[in-house]
Structure formats: structure tokens, C-alpha cells
């Protein structure tokens, strides 16, 4: 008999950064990074974690709640080689929102190259 433990908000957290691997991976070949507050890693294992199904539903929650949104956002915004997306929590409306980091540094920096 196999006897599985309940996973903690940690191990939730370890499996959100080994599966955003991923997505980090991809986003760096495109020219730019992303980063997650605490606050959008506990929104991901939220919607990710199931008593029943331990993390199983967490790649799902990843693509429904943080790629697909950043998909549409990366289109609408400006975003240029080097910029640091930040993704966090719009708690109002529960669900993740995404901005520039420093964007006026970021734009400062590139005039001067």
C-alpha cells in the first residue's frame, strides 16, 4: 500500500517554480522575464490544489490564470527586449494582473544605449 501526505502551501510553491521553468524559458527567448509576487504564487495554488488531486490541476490553473491572460497582455502592452513583466493579484476582481517593472528606468536605460 502507497499512503500519499497531504501537500503543504510550500511544496505548492516548489511545484508552481519547477513548472513556470517552463514558461520563464520561453518568455526569455522572446527577450523579457517575469516575475510572480506571493501573492499571485498563492492565487496559482489556490486555484491548482485539489484535496482530491493533490497538484494535478495546477499546470491548468498556470496556463487558464497566468499564460493565457499574459499572452493577451504581452500583445496589448509595449514591451520591449529586457523588460521584467511583474505579475500580481487583483484581489477585487481575483485574478492576475501584470505590469512593467521600473518601466521608466527600463526606458531611461534604452535611450542611452
Known amino acids: 500500500m502507497i499512503i ?12 508552481i517554480d519547477i513548472t513556470m521553468k517552463g ?10 522575464s517575469l516575475e510572480l509576487t506571493d501573492e499571485a504564487k ?13 497538484a494535478r490541476p495546477l499546470h491548468r490553473a ?5 499564460e493565457d491572460p499574459l499572452a493577451e497582455e504581452i500583445l496589448n502592452m509595449n514591451i520591449h527586449n529586457g ?3 511583474i505579475a500580481d493579484l487583483d ?5 492576475l494582473v501584470f505590469s ?6 527600463s ?5 542611452e544605449a
Open 91 to 95: 484581489k477585487e476582481n481575483q485574478k
Open 83 to 85: 523588460d521584467i513583466l
Open 23 to 32: 514558461v520563464l524559458a520561453r518568455l526569455q527567448n522572446l527577450g523579457f
Open 100 to 105: 512593467l517593472k521600473n518601466p521608466s528606468k
Open 62 to 66: 498556470i496556463q487558464k490564470y497566468l
Open 42 to 54: 498563492g492565487f496559482l495554488a489556490e486555484k491548482g490544489y485539489d484535496q482530491q488531486f493533490g
Open 107 to 111: 526606458k531611461s536605460e534604452k535611450s
Open 4 to 15: 500519499f501526505n497531504s501537500l503543504s502551501k510550500e511544496d505548492i510553491y516548489v511545484i
